[in-house]
């Protein structure tokens, strides 16, 4: 039978011959008050495995004068000084006597033991009093049952070289950070840190980096430079797929631009410190207020402002929408069908799904839900903006779809008239109900007097006519006549962006479904298999004008390609 600390054991560097030596290679039997825990804690890794050993063999010689038996060796590499680190192996080893399964903890120094204070030892040795168990410390020969108070003093005395030690190492690296050192952690990629150097320099990362940052200047979305990268099999430092979070958090770092980041510490309710850092978007300032470098970049200052204020600008409205506070960034949109769409099977959302639109509810929800459609995002489009100009060139100028485009889309041209003319709607609203509540109470209440009751309708009647002639000229009609045109319809829809072609379909199209494939490969036109349901039903007359006004369209897609437009 085996130890269960044997594997700890030889990572220490024990022969086996050496364990037999100490006792530690048979399993140990016997009463509780024969048996003992042993902890061993290595608190940085520039304690060797030879120091270690040392530490065993020390608690072993201690362990055989008392006539007791290793029942097991719990070894952790973690610092004790750091309040809001959990020592599992520790609390193992202190539940193992509490359990009963031993009566003895052996440890080489109280710093060993704990860096908290009399908080934590003293608890602990009221928990081994009442079950007659006891800590010794080996280095002071010190037991618990008899050395109490000497304990309490050591354990203050390790509390306040805790604090000292943190000290310390906080001044050392602020004063690195000041000198414009790198201060240390996952360095920004494309840039690394050679170990003993201090500073950030370009690795083979940095090509790829730099393209990034070429993109976000160019204000492409972080999703479709991710896409991009992932397409041609490009990956992260980390050997993963590109995300649009990952490429955001880069811009986040100020050391992407080579300069010293600023941190601020994260405190609990009661001010402590939690071991955890507040990530900050701005760098660390020099006494003249200028950020501090540290090395080369791959952006510079200026740059990397520039591409926060557009990540920024496509960020979710409300408070806290900054990169700093990690929120993510609207994607911008890459196709026309959204929300229009929709899967012949379930009847969902047809969504983006690269080169192709897809079944959501399939890549969401599996097979099991919906079998899925999928087709070619490009030939789609292609035919919806045939179909979409055939179908306005057909209808009549005073068509409900007519007016609704031309509501729906001069709002999307100009979103700030548009908010005008909502608001001006709801002030007149406010005004009509002001008056009515008027005339309540005065006619119906009789709680107010004539003269009053004339001179505030007085102002109402002066305030709602305003409000009508403003609302008026809000809602004058555009100048209908490039609607009824192939050619200017085409010219309008080109000058587009992805968004108002949105708006241009949505204010015509309900929906759009496209028929299953009869077999693998089916070469089905697509304007065949495309069934659109309109918002406005067409009149059988103006089918032969929609016939008509397919073919002009065709002609002129066909003569703007030969002229390169």
Not at 107 to 135: C, N, Y
Not at 161 to 190: H, L, M
Request: aromatic share 6%; net charge positive; glycine share 8%.
């Amino acid at each position: 039978m085996e130890r269960e600390d044997l594997p700890a054991l030889r990572a220490l560097g024990f022969e086996d011959d050496e364990l037999k030596e100490l006792g530690l290679w048979e399993p140990a039997t016997g009463e509780p008050a024969a048996l003992a825990e042993m902890y061993v804690r290595r608190s940085k890794k520039k304690d060797t495995l030879s120091s270690l050993r040392a530490h065993v063999r020390i608690m072993c010689d201690q362990a055989r004068r008392d006539n007791t038996q290793i029942r097991r060796v719990w070894f952790e590499q973690k610092s004790a000084s750091k309040s809001y680190v959990r020592r599992e192996e520790f609390e193992s080893a202190t539940a193992a006597v509490v359990a009963g399964l031993s009566k003895t903890l052996y440890v080489l120094k109280t710093s060993r033991l704990s860096r908290r204070g009399m908080g934590q030892v003293g608890l602990l040795m009221d928990t081994f009093e009442e079950r007659q168990a006891r800590i010794y410390v080996c280095a002071e020969h010190l037991d618990s049952r008899y050395a109490r108070t000497v304990l309490a003093i050591l354990s203050e005395q390790a509390r306040d070289q805790a604090k000292d030690i943190a000290e310390f190492t906080k001044i050392g690296i602020d004063s690195n950070k000041a000198e414009g050192r790198w201060p240390g952690g996952v360095t920004p990629f494309g840039l690394e840190s050679p170990k003993g150097s201090g500073k950030l320099r370009r690795n083979k990362e940095y090509p790829i980096s730099r393209r990034i940052a070429d993109l976000l200047l160019k204000t492409r979305t972080p999703a479709s430079i991710a896409e991009e990268l992932n397409r041609e099999g490009i990956t992260t430092r980390h050997g993963k797929k590109w995300r649009a979070q990952t490429i955001i958090h880069m811009t986040m770092s100020v050391a992407w631009a080579g300069l010293v980041p600023q941190r601020e510490r994260a405190l609990d309710e009661h001010g402590n410190f939690t071991g955890k850092y507040r990530r900050c978007s701005d760098p660390l300032l020099d006494a003249k207020g200028n950020p501090v470098s540290c090395g080369e970049y791959v952006v510079t200052y200026d740059e990397l402002l520039r591409i926060r204020a557009l990540i920024t600008g496509r960020s979710r409205a409300g408070s806290g929408s900054a990169i700093g506070d990690k929120r993510r960034g609207i994607r911008q949109p890459v196709t026309i069908l959204t929300d229009l769409f929709k899967c012949p099977h379930c009847g969902g959302i047809m969504g983006n799904g690269g080169r192709n639109y897809n079944c959501r509810t399939r890549a969401m929800q599996g097979p099991s839900v919906c079998k899925g459609a999928a087709t070619q995002r490009d030939r789609v489009e292609d035919a919806m903006t045939q179909l979409w100009i055939s179908h306005i060139s057909s209808l009549a100028p005073e068509s409900e779809t007519i007016q609704n485009i031309a509501r729906r889309w001069l709002s999307y041209q100009d979103p700030a008239k548009d908010a005008h003319k909502r608001k001006v709607s709801a002030a007149l609203e406010g005004a009509v109900g002001r008056e009515m509540k008027l005339e309540k109470e005065f006619f119906v209440l009789g709680r107010m007097d004539e003269e009053k009751f004339d001179r505030l309708r007085e102002q109402v009647s002066a305030q709602i006519t305003e409000l009508k002639k403003e609302l008026a000229d809000l809602s004058q009609e555009a100048d209908l006549s490039p609607l009824m045109d192939p050619e200017a319809l085409m010219a309008i829809w080109d000058s587009e962006g992805i968004e108002g072609r949105r708006a241009l379909l949505k204010a015509a199209v309900k929906s759009v479904t496209i028929t299953p494939a009869k077999y693998k490969g089916d070469r089905t036109p697509i304007l065949d298999r495309l069934v659109v349901e309109w918002r406005d039903e067409k009149d059988p007359s103006a089918l032969a004008a929609m016939d008509s006004a397919m073919g002009l369209v065709e002609q002129t897609r066909q003569r703007r390609k030969a002229e390169g437009l």
